[in-house]
């Protein structure tokens, strides 16, 4: 198996789990809290979508799905290219309404197509091209690869227990 197949295969995971996490929720359930300073299952998967769409928009120098179509309407929101979630208060959580699970489905489906396609053409040497220069030691290209996919993976899973939470209610 080479580079790009492994790297096809993990990504190519995150589909399904997210469809999981999402799938059949109302939007109201989608922005339920499970308590106090908690994240809800959509924050969670927009979030998580938006860090790879983000970094994988930079990595291969094109611009995000996010500010490409009218993905940003179909969450309550204003379609900011650096705006990924990160560090975000409760109120700014809560302000991320999705319309639908569906329409987590489709932006992280549109996403991952692309990052299929990014993939798909990687070849060994190019996971040692450096990024980012502004960290100690500078990233590469594959330390960013399994960065997004950990954070995805990570957000998708607590995505998915708070789904379970809410299935207990």
């Known amino acids: 198996m080479d580079v790009s197949d492994l790297l096809t295969e993990a990504y190519d995971r995150l589909p399904d789990l997210v469809r999981a996490?999402?799938?059949g929720l109302t939007p109201e359930q989608l922005r339920r809290a499970p308590g106090p300073g908690a994240n809800p299952v959509g924050w969670l998967v927009w979030h998580l979508t938006r860090v790879?769409?983000?970094?994988?928009?930079?990595?291969?120098?094109?611009?995000?799905v996010w500010v490409s179509g009218d993905w940003a309407g179909r969450f309550g929101l204003v379609a900011?290219?650096?705006d990924t979630g990160y560090?975000?208060?409760?109120q700014q959580v809560a302000a991320v309404?999705?319309?639908s699970a569906q329409a987590l489905i489709d932006y992280f489906q549109a996403v991952a197509e692309r990052t299929r396609a990014f993939l798909a053409g990687l070849r060994p040497a190019d996971l040692d091209r450096v990024v980012d220069e502004a960290w100690d030691p500078p990233v590469t290209l594959g330390v960013r690869l399994v960065s997004v996919l950990d954070d995805d993976l990570e957000h998708v899973g607590q995505a998915a227990y708070v789904r379970g939470l809410i299935a207990a209610d």
Not at 52 to 64: F, K, P, R, S, Y
């Open 21 to 23: 996490a999402v799938d």
């Open 52 to 64: 790879q769409d983000h970094h994988v928009a930079d990595l291969i120098g094109t611009e995000q």
């Open 80 to 82: 900011d290219p650096d």
């Open 87 to 90: 560090g975000y208060s409760a």
């Open 97 to 99: 309404r999705p319309e």
